[in-house]
């Protein structure tokens, strides 16, 4: 059973990259490449945009700190 799903997936799920390359009128070896590339580049947006969110999030804090007075300045 899993062999046969295997050989399904590797039948049918490769193809995918090979036919996008047709339409487009280049190789498949390129849209993989892309695919490929692509997920490294998201990956690291997501990394990028969590160390952003958390120094805003350190400034915030620092600007916004509760005072007990006024003469705490």
């Given at each position: 059973?899993?062999?046969?799903?295997?050989?399904?997936?590797?039948?049918?799920?490769?193809?995918?990259?090979?036919?996008?390359?047709?339409?487009?009128?280049?190789?498949?070896?390129?849209?993989?490449?892309?695919?490929?590339?692509?997920?490294?580049?998201?990956?690291?947006?997501?990394?990028v945009?969590?160390?952003?969110?958390?120094?805003?999030?350190?400034?915030?804090?620092?600007?916004?700190?509760?005072?007990?007075s006024?003469?705490?300045?």
């Amino acid at each position: 059973m899993i062999y046969d799903l295997r050989h399904f997936l590797e039948r049918n799920g490769f193809y995918v990259s090979s036919r996008l390359a047709d339409r487009l009128g280049i190789r498949a070896k390129n849209v993989r490449l892309f695919f490929i590339y692509i997920t490294f580049a998201t990956v690291g947006l997501g990394f990028v945009l969590y160390l952003v969110m958390a120094f805003w999030l350190k400034l915030k804090d620092l600007v916004y700190t509760k005072r007990t007075s006024v003469f705490d300045l």
